[in-house]
């Protein structure tokens, strides 16, 4: 429906007209999901991204030229990173026996768009509520997780959880041991570690690195989450980290940021 020649031409043109410097970029390929009215840019590398961005000004008035639901910006290397990341994602599912999270692999491999399976009922699990508390519950529901739900006590009101007296970096930093001292039986654990997924004893995933979905993503997914309690330190921490996996925009971390230096 739209090519990439048309969106060059459209963004040079939003550009020009709004006083911006018409910087040469590169589109990969383009990609239209009728269904879901979305369309998705694959920019050739991040300066690229930029441009058709536009301080999120020229992608705006993009989606209102093009009269689409969503536009959305990813580079080659953005995605070529997803997929490296998936291959290992889909080895430790098989190595584990996690069968049931073998589908959302496979469908996260052809993104964009996401076309994900219904859920099923798979097995019993244990969420801990980090900074990003919605999608963690939103992936548990995904994957048809029955899941008991912890969080640090004070953290999400807005929530329903079964509190615990931890510290507030756990906020942002779960801790395993803990975690691991909350099984009765064979479980999953899902929580924002530090690592994409690892088995000991129990399965432990941060399903944002495992499926390497970035928080742009994620609050399209799942809503955003703020916690009620936490440390400006353990906060700034989180974001550079995030960011510097490449799974959060800087404009977001610095949105983030700044909310928290304010609370």
């Not at 691991?180 to 432990?204: G, H, M, N, W, Y």
């Amino acid at each position: 429906m739209f090519s990439k020649e048309e969106i060059e031409e459209l963004v040079i043109q939003i550009r020009r007209e709004h006083g911006l410097p018409v910087t040469p970029f590169e589109i990969d390929e383009v990609r239209y999901d009728r269904e879901e009215d979305k369309l998705f840019i694959i920019a050739h590398d991040r300066t690229d991204k930029s441009v058709i961005i536009g301080s999120s000004l020229v992608i705006g008035k993009l989606k209102e030229i093009l009269g689409v639901k969503m536009v959305s910006v990813y580079t080659t290397l953005d995605l070529i990173l997803k997929r490296m990341q998936l291959e290992r994602s889909l080895n430790f599912a098989e190595e584990h026996g996690l069968d049931f999270l073998i589908p959302f692999i496979k469908a996260e491999f052809n993104f964009p768009p996401r076309k994900w399976p219904n859920p099923k009922k798979s097995t019993k699990g244990i969420v801990f509520l980090t900074f990003n508390a919605k999608a963690l519950l939103g992936f548990a529901n995904t994957f048809g997780i029955e899941s008991q739900v912890y969080g640090v006590r004070y953290s999400f009101p807005k929530l329903s959880f079964i509190p615990v007296d931890r510290s507030i970096r756990e906020v942002f930093f779960p801790s395993e041991e803990f975690l691991k001292s909350l099984v009765k039986d064979e479980e999953i654990i899902l929580s924002e570690f530090a690592f994409p997924a690892r088995f000991d004893k129990v399965v432990l995933i941060n399903p944002i690195r495992f499926l390497r979905i970035g928080y742009f993503e994620l609050k399209y997914l799942f809503g955003e989450s703020r916690p009620a309690v936490f440390n400006k330190a353990d906060l700034l921490d989180y974001v550079v980290k995030m960011i510097s996996e490449g799974l959060m925009e800087a404009t977001d971390g610095a949105r983030i940021i700044r909310w928290g230096w304010k609370r």
